[in-house]
């Protein structure tokens, strides 16, 4: 259904969506492009509202016609689409969908085989990227320490290109990081990817039945409890002057040898 008025409270979930992120909103996931709303749609998460301009609806309307429970749709122009969310928008729709309950860690890791896990991730945009790495290499499911980003905040969505609403995850309990017992346990091998030089080369390794690659943050990398909870550590080689990779890369290259994409 058409809409003119940027106020019409109709447009709720979409309003004011920078303000909404700088308060924290914890309820809702909202994606924002044709390629991210489609797999939105796709996904497990119940969508409430698509808004866009008639165009990026039109694209997305094979999408829209599978879902049983179609959620509502309003078309707007570009100005009202704006006004309403607080931005330009050049991406020229957006969907709202309610978060489901949280998972748990234990079951994260019953249901896989090979994980990321995550310490202290808190730049948005990496996190995202970890997130579009993750589904591209079979990644069963990502685990992140209490301190990580919320990887449903937009740009982390946005970053990801949706894949954050495929690919399973779940918040490991304090204290970390002995949570990561939970993994060892149930027989995953946690290798801890640092830049240090007396790490294993990665290469050098064969990939464990059951893996589970510790990323640490841009800058500080991993802690030294983190490191001392892994089973190994291993590294990537690089050239000389070369101290380390941005995470989403190095987790790239990792994932490729492990996953025997490489």
Excluded at 53 to 68: D, F, G, I, M, N
Aim: glycine share 8%.
């Amino acid at each position: 259904m058409a809409v003119a008025d940027p106020s019409d409270p109709r447009l709720d979930d979409f309003r004011d969506l920078m303000a909404a992120d700088a308060a924290g909103r914890q309820s809702l996931a909202i994606a924002e492009g044709v390629n991210v709303v489609e797999r939105l749609l796709r996904s497990p998460y119940p969508v409430r509202a698509v808004v866009g301009v008639p165009a990026k609806l039109a694209a997305l309307r094979p999408a829209l016609e599978t879902l049983p429970h179609p959620p509502s749709i309003y078309e707007v122009d570009k100005w009202t689409l704006s006004e309403a969310v607080g931005f330009r928008v050049t991406r020229g729709v957006l969907a709202a969908a309610d978060r489901p309950p949280a998972k748990a860690a234990a079951d994260v890791i019953a249901a896989g085989r090979c994980f990321l896990v995550l310490e202290t991730i808190n730049d948005f945009e990496n996190l995202g990227a970890l997130f579009r790495n993750a589904a591209a290499f079979g990644v069963n499911g990502i685990l992140l320490d209490a301190h990580c980003a919320d990887p449903l905040y937009r740009r982390s969505v946005r970053v990801s290109m949706g894949h954050v609403f495929a690919v399973p995850f779940a918040v490991l309990d304090d204290p970390w990081p002995a949570s990561l017992a939970g993994l060892q346990a149930a027989g995953v091998s946690v290798l801890a990817l640092t830049p240090n030089p007396q790490a294993e080369l990665l290469r050098s390794i064969g990939a464990p039945d059951r893996w589970a690659v510790l990323l640490g943050a841009e800058g500080p990398g991993l802690s030294g409890a983190a490191l001392d909870a892994a089973d190994r550590r291993v590294r990537i080689p690089m050239a000389t002057g070369v101290d380390s990779l941005n995470v989403a890369t190095a987790a790239a290259v990792a994932l490729a040898y492990l996953s025997g994409s490489a």
